[in-house]
């Protein structure tokens, strides 16, 4: 495969020489074309040495053979490793001002952008617009690491390791991001849901849960990526996680308590070949909800709040199947006590739900929720594991949509 590494002018330009030599090691044949800037940070030599080729960021040098119009041609696959604010903002202008945007402008393969910056850059509204006009136009964007920055600053920004970048980007290449009906997904239907579920107590406080939604937006964009409809149930999810699954080509339903996210999801499953439970739902609402907020009376303690039991939506949506030869899977956050560890609990869970598949993951202490990588383990319905998945939520999420395609009748 011909792949373009395109390379812009941060500090974690050093990474990509590594992933040029995991690409190359992979039989791939690699063009660098970096930023003037880039070449500030690792020399044109490096990169000429372990590509083979030559590495310029000019469009006047060896302008009989038009590389600037060529590269892209020839591409099968672009990669830009790291991808700075300037360069996405050059990107979505649609700028031609070096030879990496003017071959980026060419290119009618897959593109995948690893952002790297620091943060306060990252989340600015520019970038993220910028970020929702590449992804809008086809370009698979990355979701940078939380970590250790430039100095002592940490945060989101960090460039993922170049291992996960060129399981992304060889993954987009062999299923054709660009056209996602050539995944292993196409035409099948999917429901995700993802997040925590909120219960009123008051108009004010509610009862909920640590989830941050990133593990099922991660699921339902991998499986838009893999070919499928995809609808999101997005249970209190961030706006910038909805508006990255909006560009991804996700069909997001926002819902806040648990009975709103079972209608949704047992409408959007009544046609759907999957059914993902991503979502962390509350096991019990407030029996009552006044319409006013509880005030605090001085020297007297609260009033106890009677609870009632919600609803079971993954076992109710194992058991009922709404659609035949249905697949339902479940997620088990769990964190071992006295009675059991993680994967005992996974195990009872498993044959109690009656769910096809069981992604169980350990929570708490920095793991599972909010964090930016995640290890689960699939057991299928009897409590024997059938996959292992561990690294950023998208990896995990195609590790499971690895173990579901397998489970899957053909079409």
């Not at 292993?184 to 219960?199: F, H, I, M, Q």
């Not at 909920?208 to 609808?231: F, H, I, K, P, Y």
């Not at 739902?281 to 001085?298: C, E, H, L, N, Q």
Request: charge should be negative.
């Amino acid at each position: 495969m011909r792949i373009l590494l395109g390379v812009s002018g941060g500090i974690a330009a050093y990474k990509a020489v590594l992933l040029l030599r995991l690409l190359r090691e992979e039989g791939h044949a690699v063009r660098v074309i970096p930023t003037a800037s880039a070449l500030r940070f690792v020399g044109a030599p490096t990169f000429e040495a372990l590509s083979g080729e030559p590495v310029t960021d000019e469009v006047f040098e060896d302008v009989a053979h038009v590389p600037h119009v060529a590269l892209g041609q020839g591409a099968d696959l672009v990669v830009v490793a790291p991808a700075t604010a300037d360069l996405l903002a050059r990107a979505a202008g649609g700028r031609a001002d070096d030879l990496l945007t003017s071959t980026l402008l060419t290119a009618r393969c897959p593109v995948v952008m690893a952002p790297a910056m620091h943060t306060e850059m990252w989340e600015h509204p520019a970038t993220r617009a910028n970020v929702a006009t590449l992804r809008a136009r086809g370009v698979t964007v990355i979701e940078p690491e939380s970590g250790r920055l430039t100095g002592a600053d940490t945060g989101p920004g960090r460039l993922p390791e170049p291992e996960e970048i060129a399981r992304v980007a060889l993954a987009a290449a062999a299923s054709d991001v660009g056209d996602p009906r050539h995944g292993d997904l196409a035409g099948r239907t999917v429901v995700v849901s993802a997040g925590g579920t909120r219960e009123p107590i008051d108009p004010v406080r509610f009862i909920g849960n640590r989830s941050s939604g990133r593990q099922g937006a991660a699921l339902a964009e991998a499986a838009r990526a893999r070919g499928a409809d995809v609808t999101l149930v997005a249970a209190n999810l961030d706006a910038a996680v909805c508006a990255a699954a909006l560009a991804a080509g996700v069909v997001v339903v926002p819902v806040e308590t648990t009975a709103e996210l079972r209608d949704a999801v047992r409408a959007a499953a009544a046609a759907s070949d999957v059914v993902v439970m991503a979502a962390a739902v509350a096991d019990f609402r407030p029996t009552d909800v006044p319409d006013a907020k509880i005030k605090k009376v001085p020297g007297a303690g609260p009033d106890p709040i009677a609870l009632v039991e919600n609803p079971d939506v993954l076992a109710e949506l194992a058991a009922d199947r709404l659609r035949p030869g249905q697949l339902v899977v479940g997620f088990a956050a769990e964190t071992g006590d006295a009675d059991g560890s993680v994967l005992d609990h996974g195990r009872r869970k498993a044959r109690r739900k009656g769910a096809d598949l069981l992604a169980v993951n350990a929570v708490g202490a920095g793991r599972g929720f909010g964090a930016p990588t995640n290890a689960v383990t699939v057991l299928d319905g009897q409590g024997d594991v059938v996959a292992e998945a561990s690294g950023t939520k998208r990896a995990v999420a195609d590790a499971i949509w690895d173990a579901v395609a397998k489970t899957l009748p053909a079409i």
